[in-house]
């Protein structure tokens, strides 16, 4: 006797409890979305986020460990997520979610792989040498998947430049996320810094985390900080093309986050002292300030010209 397959309410459902469990920020800004494209964001971060567990020995993002098996790891999540993107039935709940999001948008199977390339990298144990490089690596681990979070939204896959401003969202949000996180990324042997960027403020090797060195590693962070600002301004940019309520969560998102950069930047050598994160109250106050800009985003942030500076997705 086979067993019944998962319902769509079932794997939403697991997908809702999993954006609870791993990111208050992002189970937050879901809300303000329409049923439709909140249940999407919920079935996509749950794929994201078990593909980070899985490659990192994880939690729901939380208890980084160092794996002896990441090539069988990636091997494992690559042969799932293929199943979900040919509509195969996987029996795992966050690949089955992977499966509904697919079949329910126009989602490049590209996007999905493009991820997938992404914890590729942190198998091999890759080090961005150039900051080229650390673009690179945002791309593939943040920046695509602000591209399939714009799927969700209903924007057209072959918009190319609203794309380039969601990619834009999830590269400001992993610049955050790596100058907020350096600390613990050094506990298990990783460094997403550049390596020109860290002789250019002559560390000795491996050691950026000792306190004798952290002025300079401020110094970087400010750097990373104004970066994911210009990526951050650039997104704002492209919330027109967008409903009141997607452009609402996306600003709420922008906010949140790129607050968690600023702050690491002001902190200076104490940014690391203990997680920055932000305050329920500051959320709540981020998600106000995003409502009045949503409403007023075609005039706060009119569609001009790209910047030509800015690092460009791949295409």
Known sequence: MTSALPTRADTVAAAKESIAKGSKS????????????????????????????????????????????????????SAMTEQALAGEVVGEPAFDALRIFAAET?????????????FALDAEEWRPRSENDLYKYCYHVAGVVGCMM?????????????????????????????????EEDDRVGRCYLPEEWLVEMDFPPGQHMKPPFRSRLAVLTKRMAARAAAFEASARQG????????????????GIYGAIGRTVAARREHAWDYRVTTSGAQKLGFIAKAARESARRDHLYPRTPRNPGLWTRPR
């Not at 303000?32 to 020995?57: H, M, N, V």
């Not at 126009?106 to 992404?118: E, I, N, S, T, Y």
């Not at 799927?151 to 610049?175: I, N, S, W």
Request: hydrophobic share 50%.
């Open 106 to 118: 126009r989602l490049p199977k590209r996007f999905a792989r493009d991820l997938v390339a992404g």
């Open 150 to 182: 714009a799927v969700a939204m209903g924007v057209d896959p072959d918009d190319e430049d609203t794309l380039d401003r969601a990619c834009d969202l999830g590269m400001a949000f992993q610049l955050a996320n790596i100058a907020r996180d350096i």
């Open 26 to 77: 992002f189970a937050a800004a879901s809300l303000l979305f329409d049923k439709p494209t909140r249940e999407r964001a919920w079935l996509l971060y749950a794929w994201c986020r078990r593909c980070d567990d899985i490659a990192d020995g994880q939690d729901h993002g939380h208890g980084m460990t160092v794996v002896a098996d990441a090539p069988a790891r990636l091997i494992a999540l």
């Open 239 to 254: 919330t027109p093309a967008l409903s009141f309520r997607s452009a609402w969560a996306v600003l709420s998102a922008a």
